[in-house]
Structure formats: C-alpha cells, structure tokens
C-alpha cells in the first residue's frame, strides 16, 4: 500500500513510490522537524497547520513546520521564528488570511497562498523581516501583503503572482521591500504602494499599477517589466 505517487507516511518516514519505474524513495522528515502536518487523520501528529504553528511556538519557536501535500483552509495566526515549508507550491495550497507575527523573522517557502483578498493583513506596526521564497499567491481583490504601518521588510523570490487583481504590496510606512526573480502583482484595481527602501531586481515582473511615494529610496534595475 506504498506505491502510488500520492506517498505515504510511517513513523515520520515519507515514503513515494513510482510504479512504472518499480522504485520506492524514503524522506526521513524528522531530520526536518518533528512538526509535520497531514489532514490526513492517524498520518502525522498535526491535521490543522494552525496546531503546529501553537505547538512549535510553545516549545520556544526556531522551528519549521512542514506541510505535506493538500488543500488547507485555515486563517493562520504566525509566530516569530516558526517557519513554513510545503511539499511544492503544486500540491500544498492554503486558503486564508494570515497574521504575520509583529516582530522577528517569518519564511515561507514552497506554498500556494490564497485568498478572496489579502494573504498576509495587519494593521500594527510591525518590525517583522518576512522572506516568501518559490511561492505561488493568488489575492483575487487585495494585497499579497497589506501592511500599512509596517517598519520591518519584505523579500519576494522566485514568487509567482496567479491572482486576479492583487496590488501585492500595501506600505505606508518605512517597510523595506525587495523583489527578485518573481511575477508580482496582477490587474488594475489595486495599486502597489511603496515608501521605505525598495529594489526591485533579476527578471522581476510586475503586473498591476506601481505608486512609489516620495518618502521612498529605491532602486530599480534588470530586466524589469510593468504590464
């Protein structure tokens, strides 16, 4: 009952078979993290990705919680230093609104973010530096980040932007924004702003309108396009 390319899960070896090629590959996730999550009742220890995020937190934060593959449908509350990582950015889609952590650091890395309008949404003033690395996002009517007051940064690499119209980035404070190697922005009704330090570099694309403000110092440079 191993074989499929759906993969299984024992005793926190993910094993993957390929049928047609008659082999059977084993990833020991607990060299990754002991926080794994599976919706999947009886596959992990975790079935909301919220509960890992709770428990890594309690036992002291610097930690990754690894999702494996599915659709998950939740309105996350993150915490400084409790990182996120999917299977890839194909099979690991989480719907919902999110809130970052106010201050530290917070990575995500191969995931699909999705919302009916913002992915990362807080008011506060925020200090947080926030990377999202071989992502794909889709805001159908708001921001990928809607962070007006945030004095912290934002790295967007090799991101992918499937959303309808989503400004990408809301700043009207000093937040740091650089974007590299990514599709960012798409449609016409929301606006991105920026007015900290920003650059904009290495084949970035950006597709809806782009309000630099005057209290902005930045650089754009490389192969960038504005559709």
Excluded at 7 to 15: K, R, Y
Excluded at 119 to 146: Q, R
């Amino acid at each position: 009952n191993l074989l499929g390319n759906s993969g299984s899960f024992l005793n926190g070896i993910e094993f993957t078979g390929t049928p047609g090629s008659n082999t059977l590959t084993a990833k020991d996730l607990r060299n990754m993290t002991i926080y794994v999550v599976d919706a999947t009742v009886g596959e992990t220890e975790y079935q909301t990705i919220q509960s890992a995020l709770d428990a890594a937190n309690t036992a002291g934060g610097n930690a990754l919680v690894y999702i494996r593959p599915g659709t998950y449908t939740e309105d996350l509350t993150l915490y400084d230093s409790v990182h996120l990582e999917g299977t890839n950015e194909q099979e690991t889609i989480i719907i919902g609104i999110h809130v970052p952590p106010a201050t530290g650091k917070f990575n995500a890395f191969r995931i699909t973010f999705q919302s009916t309008t913002h992915i990362f949404d807080s008011a506060v003033v925020g200090t947080t530096d926030m990377i999202i690395e071989d992502c794909s996002v889709n805001a159908n009517n708001g921001y990928t980040f809607n962070i007006p007051n945030w004095t912290g940064s934002v790295i967007a690499d090799y991101v992918r932007d499937i959303g309808t119209d989503d400004g990408f980035f809301n700043n009207s404070s000093t937040c740091q924004f650089f974007g590299f190697n990514s599709s960012i922005g798409s449609g016409t009704l929301n606006s991105m702003t920026i007015s900290g330090s920003f650059e904009l570099n290495d084949l970035i694309k950006v597709g809806c309108p782009v309000h630099i403000r005057s209290t902005a110092t930045g650089i754009i440079k490389g192969s960038l396009r504005s559709e």
